[in-house]
């Protein structure tokens, strides 16, 4: 099953909010979440970082530019007994609004309220399990910080809730 990138997984996700409140949702046409309402997503490369990752994804996916807020939470799962499958869930603010649509990946993308995705049968349900979870709590990216030379990072950041 996880020939193509080993058995264990690792991708990002964005849940970019507009200035009216709106969602920025996608519907992909393969996986198990084909035709369903879902955050854009993908899987990290190599020599990225996670919250990098996400607003690649984003960019590719709708051509939305976005900044990092927050690291929601981490969704985590084990498919078939065999593959590790973990994705980064990030709080994002958009620098863009025109939305183009990477059509070899996706049906459809657009900025809808959260009314019209608790009333979509097609809404997927981490969305719907984010709906509920409103205000968030997040933890905020701090930058600044790096463990040292011994380790040789090119990149780091941390996310921590200071309370």
Not at 54 to 59: C, F, L, Q, T, V
Request: aromatic letters at 12%; hydrophobic letters at 40%; glycine letters at 10%.
């Amino acid at each position: 099953m996880g020939e193509k990138r080993g058995n264990v997984w690792i991708a990002a996700a964005g849940l970019v909010i507009n200035e009216a409140d709106e969602w920025l949702v996608v519907k992909k046409k393969y996986g198990g979440l084909k035709g369903k309402w879902s955050l854009p997503a993908g899987f990290v490369k190599q020599g990225e970082m996670l919250d990098e990752a996400a607003m690649r994804e984003i960019k590719e996916e709708t051509g939305i530019d976005t900044e990092v807020i927050g690291f929601l939470g981490m969704r985590t799962g084990v498919i078939r007994d065999e593959v590790s499958d973990n994705m980064a869930i990030f709080l994002l603010r958009p620098h863009s609004h025109t939305i183009s649509v990477q059509t070899d990946e996706l049906f459809a993308a657009a900025f809808l309220s959260k009314q019209k995705l608790r009333e979509d049968p097609h809404t997927s349900g981490l969305l719907r399990y984010l709906l509920e979870l409103e205000p968030f709590s997040y933890f905020p990216p701090h930058d600044g910080l790096n463990p040292g030379e011994p380790f040789g990072y090119t990149k780091y950041r941390l996310y921590f809730k200071n309370s």
